[in-house]
């Protein structure tokens, strides 16, 4: 960063690639002969060349790519060629070998690296390769928490620190910061990790998207002290990133406006970091870099009586907008402007015309609730004009298409995984344990799931006695049609003597492993002794797979329950490998049943990381009612709501009691709430906290319930499913759980109003193909009075050769929906005529 010595615009590169693949010039590129591009080159001019054989096969796709290139690399002063190699004239860099691409980086004619293969395979691999190169000094990478405590040291009282992490480099996030790092890599210090565990350690719980941080070293001088950090919150693009800098160049506060200029002519602000100027102007009149750079402007309004309180307060203002909005002391006093005398602060967005508002505001929270929502309001805005733009119905996956592409030059260990063909499967699955993974090389969620398993069998590699295999289906489609894969990806558990098992929960690795490992065990396990019973209630029996499993459970039964030990056996063969099950039905079971208060037929749920034991009386529950008292008895008292998990949670048709945060919430909160359940005071309602930082479409949420971002937190019962009321808790009132019970009293009472009723509008699919709950129903409902879990219900390859006609009329619902079809079914029965017109409106 500190090297005067070199300047970017000045100081050229040469970058040579080898490779074996040629085709004519496209676009803009030049060619050459290797003799005349050498000629070409000058000392301080910069040269990116790609070398071909000319009798090579063509690789138009990475010429396309290179093409791209050429316009931003020519904005950084490198020009572009491709040089066509031919028997004439030898050259080292046009190579013999036929089998691989190389890169080589040049300063001049000096070679300064190598690159390896495939690390140039897009646009934004070339230009963020070519300036990471060239930006040794500026950008430096780290790995450690240490070295960046080490870089901040050395830093403090001297420059600032632009910290970055990408998730890999080439990406169109390090292409972004390298473009940064050009134009102000001699004012701060750039510094880059790929390493998630060192994003972890500064405080960052989201690993899974590129972030900034901006490191306030400059202003420290004391070396004991830490740098303040001000993360950058919008994506990581060339123009954010200079949107986010140029405001942290900015002054912190505006202590005086001063009106510059003739009369009638726009007033420019000045700003002073250390005395201010009585004379203000009007806030409609101000011009900073925050309203050019598309960001508002917040006036503190002050007056001389309390003019250190309001200064103070503007700096903690400021500090909490830093890179959202500009922050300013406006002068009551001497203002041009009549300020109306209950008004404390004065808002303007950066659009023109606006006129300013002003606010009553009298916590510091509310000011920046106040700006952020108007931030999020815009950025939902933005969205809306886009989609209406271009409607695409027919882009579904594109997130999950742009990571496939950006990693497809990424080299997966295929050799962890068996793959198989239609003549090999057979014998192999049948030789021992595996797991098949089916998918089509041609689909962007099955190649993005392939690296999840190839994640997979690294976690499992000289561990597992499970073979891991794959088959892709786009080679093999009889094979998979006869293994009734009807779509991708999907993976089947085989092993000797049992019908096959479908995987049906996340496609991710950690849950496909806890999948893996829960079917070490024949669930239901047969407990035959008290004593391995009060084990297997402990966690002692299989201690090495609590981990993957924090509850067990057991059915205890008298010896001659014949039928309901029948149900419980197949409902605990549907749970498996997603709960550890066991059974115990002994002479003796009258000794577990009176020591836990449980009436036979019961289950025991031992919850191992509460320590607890918890009986649920079965009566005569069929196999499929097993199930869902399972499943819903492992739910949480009070969960983190997400994106993954609303669905399960909504299907209860209850009353959600939600309490919105922002990060982790109050341990005496989450006391207050376990204590109302636990006196089934909450019965009637779902009790759950929702984080806005993991879950951001919370903001969109909050959005439609009241006018601005309210503070936080905040507690709302939504009535989603009879009414679509929505109900606030007095954000005066501490929350506690007297204030909490007498709330919901006057609730129940009616006593309460809502502040809103959220609309009877229902979420349809953008397209029919794309209505996949209404699939979900229809399957459900062609088999309404079946008894036996049909998640337990694979037909191997040789009974569906015997009975194919007979199988294609029938299509095997997966546990989870089978599940949630029971549940409902029997709910709707329960609610009898109540109206369910609101259960599709927005939460």
Not at 139 to 157: C, F, H, M, P, R
Not at 688 to 707: H, K, S, V
Not at 780 to 794: F, G, I, L, V, Y
Request: one cysteine or more; glycine letters at 4%.
């Amino acid at each position: 960063m500190m090297s005067s010595s070199f300047n970017l615009f000045r100081v050229g590169i040469s970058f040579v690639m080898m490779c074996i693949f040629c085709k004519s010039a496209v676009g803009s590129l030049s060619e050459l002969s290797p003799q005349k591009y050498f000629s070409t080159l000058q000392p301080g001019k910069a040269s990116l060349a790609y070398f071909c054989q000319a009798d090579s096969p063509r690789n138009s796709v990475f010429l396309v790519e290179l093409n791209e290139a050429v316009k931003p690399l020519q904005d950084y002063g490198i020009s572009v060629a491709k040089v066509n190699c031919v028997k004439e004239e030898t050259s080292r860099y046009c190579g013999k070998e036929k089998d691989s691409m190389k890169a080589y980086l040049f300063r001049g004619n000096i070679l300064l690296r190598e690159f390896p293969p495939d690390t140039l395979f897009d646009v934004n691999a070339i230009v963020a390769h070519v300036l990471f190169a060239l930006l040794f000094n500026e950008v430096k990478y780290i790995s450690t928490l240490e070295d960046l405590q080490n870089i901040e040291s050395a830093l403090k009282g001297k420059a600032s620190i632009a910290f970055s992490y990408v998730r890999a480099i080439g990406t169109p996030e390090h292409r972004a910061v390298m473009e940064a790092a050009f134009v102000y890599g001699t004012t701060y210090q750039f510094v880059l990790t790929t390493e998630t565990a060192l994003l972890e350690s500064i405080g960052t719980e989201d690993i899974k998207n590129a972030h900034l941080y901006f490191f306030h070293c400059k202003q420290v001088l004391d070396l004991t002290e830490q740098c303040r950090r001000t993360l950058m919150e919008p994506p990581l693009t060339t123009l954010n990133i200079h949107r986010f800098i140029k405001t942290m160049e900015a002054p912190l506060l505006g202590l005086g406006l001063c009106k510059i200029g003739a009369p009638g002519i726009k007033g420019t602000i000045l700003e002073f970091d250390l005395s201010w100027t009585e004379v203000a102007e009007d806030p409609q009149q101000v011009s900073t870099v925050h309203l050019q750079l598309g960001l508002p402007l917040v006036f503190i309004v002050s007056q001389q009586a309390t003019y250190e309180a309001d200064r103070r307060t503007a700096e903690w203002v400021a500090w909490r907008l830093l890179g959202k909005a500009g922050v300013l002391l406006l002068l009551r006093d001497s203002s041009e402007v009549d300020i109306p005398q209950h008004a404390n602060v004065v808002f303007r967005r950066a659009e023109e015309g606006v006129p300013v508002e002003f606010l009553v505001l009298h916590d510091v929270d509310l000011i920046i609730s106040r700006v952020e929502s108007n931030m999020h309001i815009e950025e939902i805005q933005e969205d809306e004009d886009e989609d209406m733009a271009s409607p695409d119905m027919d882009i579904q996956d594109d997130e999950v298409a742009e990571t496939v592409y950006r990693d497809r030059k990424r080299r997966l260990p295929l050799e962890l995984t068996v793959e198989l063909t239609e003549e090999t499967f057979n014998m192999t699955v049948v030789a021992s344990d595996s797991i098949v993974l089916f998918y089509a090389g041609w689909q962007a969620v099955s190649m993005a799931f392939l690296q999840s398993y190839i994640d997979l069998a690294i976690k499992l590699k000289g561990t597992s006695t499970m073979l891991l295999a794959r088959v892709n289906c786009a080679d093999w489609s009889d094979l998979c049609t006869k293994q009734n894969v009807t779509e991708f990806p999907v993976v089947k558990m085989y092993k000797e003597g049992e019908t096959p098992v479908s995987y049906t929960g996340m496609l991710g690795t950690e849950d496909l492993l806890k999948f893996i490992q829960l079917n070490r065990i024949s669930c239901p396990v047969n407990i035959t002794s008290v004593q391995e019973a009060e084990e297997y209630l402990n966690g002692e029996l299989h201690k090495d797979l609590i981990s993957y499993s924090s509850v067990s459970v057991l059915g205890l039964f008298s010896p001659n329950m014949t039928t309901v030990k029948e149900d419980f056996t197949e409902a605990g063969n549907c749970l498996k490998g997603y709960v550890i099950t066991g059974i115990y039905s002994e002479e003796d079971v009258l000794i577990l049943s009176n020591k836990y208060a449980a009436t036979l037929p019961a289950l025991l749920l031992a919850r191992h990381k509460e320590g607890k034991i918890e009986s649920i009386p079965l009566a005569n529950s069929p196999a499929q009612d097993i199930v869902q008292i399972i499943t819903n008895a492992l739910l949480e008292t009070f969960p983190e709501i997400t994106v993954e998990n609303l669905p399960i949670y909504l299907r209860l048709q209850k009353p959600l009691l939600i309490l919105f945060s922002e990060g982790s919430i109050n341990p005496q909160y989450k006391k207050a709430m376990l204590k109302l359940a636990k006196d089934k005071h909450l019965d009637s309602l779902i009790p759950c906290w929702l984080n806005l930082q993991n879950t951001p479409a919370g903001r969109g949420i909050l959005q439609a319930y009241f006018d601005a971002l309210p503070p936080l937190p905040l507690i709302v019962v939504v009535n989603l499913h009879s009414g679509g009321q929505v109900f606030a808790f007095p954000s005066d009132q501490a929350i506690k759980e007297q204030n909490l019970l007498l709330w919901l009293k006057k609730l129940e009472a009616g006593l309460e109003s809502h502040i809103t009723v959220l609309p009877a509008q229902e979420w349809k699919p953008p397209l029919p193909a794309y209505d996949f709950l209404s699939m979900m129903d229809a399957a459900a409902s062609h088999h309404p009075t079946r008894k036996d879990p049909e998640c337990t219900k694979e037909t191997d390859a040789s009974e569906k050769d015997k009975k194919q006609e007979d199988k294609s009329a029938i299509r095997k619902e997966p546990i989870e929906t089978l599940r949630i079809k029971h549940w409902n079914r029997s709910n709707w029965i329960k609610e009898g005529g109540k109206s369910f017109t609101h259960d599709n409106k927005e939460l």
